[in-house]
């Protein structure tokens, strides 16, 4: 099945230009979004009580919402945990709250109305504990761009390395910036979304860097940008045809999931639209920027280069 003919000749370089305007663009208002709305932590960073309680039939989150408000918690995260009759409250606390005066107060809140409601766990995470899960959170990023950062050097080149890292940043960046200025929480699921789009994204990048090593192969007369359009082109119904059906999954997860993944399923959602632009417009122009040419990726053999001196003589 191909969604687009295999003999397409889109010239993806000339629209360069564009994608770099609309990349910075993006990129700025996600700076800018940081800087005036910051991103909202959820309680696994910012430390709070949560609270599981059982009913003995299905319930309706908004009439959870609608007791909790009346019982002094406007602001508590309220969603199903495993079944419809178990939901999961999440409040932010301050450090050195009374885990059980706060747990019974919500009890109070939901016996006002439903007096069938049982108390089945009550967590505390304090605000240490997500300050050293924020760390450790952007260490792990930070890592895994070192990494592929090496391993797209030893497999390819540093001039493609450095495509693939700056598309990599750019989609991470982006990502964070919707989550930023629509005040979606920042929970661990969404840090563990936007680990899963880095390696998505440097997936997509990998296959088209193939096609291009290939491609310097095969066309040596061909100039390195008639090699990235044909590479591009050339993948384009493979990359298309899996992040197509990854956002229907990933729309599935969005709609039916349910509240506990919507985090997750909305960050990968918005990493792999943006990783999928990324892989054909940012990746490999910042390589061709950068001058990547097929002696970058096939050197010449010593004794070659000695025969072509001896020529020039």
């Known amino acids: 099945m191909r969604l687009i003919k295999s003999d397409t000749h889109i010239d993806f370089v000339s629209y360069g230009k564009y994608a770099i305007v609309?990349?910075?663009l993006l990129i700025l208002m996600s700076f800018v979004s940081?800087?005036?709305?910051?991103?909202?932590?959820?309680?696994?960073?910012?430390g709070g009580v949560i609270v599981e309680a059982g009913y003995p039939e299905a319930v309706e989150l908004q009439n959870v919402r609608n007791a909790?408000?009346?019982g002094g918690y406007p602001g508590a995260t309220?969603?199903?945990?495993?079944?419809?009759d178990s939901v999961m409250i999440r409040l932010a606390t301050d450090e050195g709250a009374d885990t059980s005066a706060v747990s019974t107060q919500v009890m109070n809140a939901l016996h006002a109305q439903n007096p069938d409601a049982q108390l089945r766990r009550v967590e505390?995470?304090?605000?240490?504990?997500?300050?050293?899960?924020?760390?450790?959170?952007?260490?792990?990023?930070?890592?895994?761009?070192?990494?592929i950062l090496i391993y797209v050097i030893v497999r390819f080149h540093w001039k493609l390395a450095s495509g693939a890292v700056v598309a990599l940043v750019h989609d991470v960046l982006i990502t964070l910036g919707v989550f930023s200025l629509f005040h979606l929480d920042f929970d661990l699921t969404v840090l563990a979304a936007l680990l899963a789009v880095i390696g998505y994204s440097l997936n997509d990048t990998i296959v088209v860097y193939d096609r291009i090593r290939e491609n310097f192969r095969r066309m040596r007369k061909a100039?390195?940008?008639?090699?990235?359009?044909?590479?591009?082109?050339q993948t384009l119904s493979r990359t298309l045809m899996t992040s197509g059906t990854t956002i229907l999954t990933l729309l599935a997860l969005f709609f039916l999931g349910g509240e506990v993944i919507h985090g997750f399923a909305t960050a990968l959602l918005i990493g792999i639209l943006i990783g999928t632009y990324s892989s054909i417009f940012v990746a490999s122009a910042l390589a061709l920027r950068l001058k990547i040419t097929?002696?970058?990726?096939?050197?010449p053999k010593e004794e070659d280069a000695e025969k072509a001196a001896r020529v020039t003589r």
Request: charged share 15%.
């Open 34 to 46: 940081f800087g005036f709305e910051k991103l909202t932590f959820g309680i696994d960073f910012t």
């Open 124 to 147: 505390f995470v304090g605000p240490q504990v997500g300050k050293e899960l924020i760390n450790k959170g952007a260490l792990a990023l930070l890592y895994t761009v070192i990494a």
């Open 223 to 233: 100039t390195p940008t008639e090699v990235v359009n044909a590479s591009i082109n």
């Open 22 to 24: 609309f990349s910075v």
């Open 68 to 70: 909790l408000a009346d």
């Open 294 to 299: 097929s002696q970058d990726l096939f050197p």
């Open 78 to 84: 309220v969603q199903h945990f495993g079944a419809s």
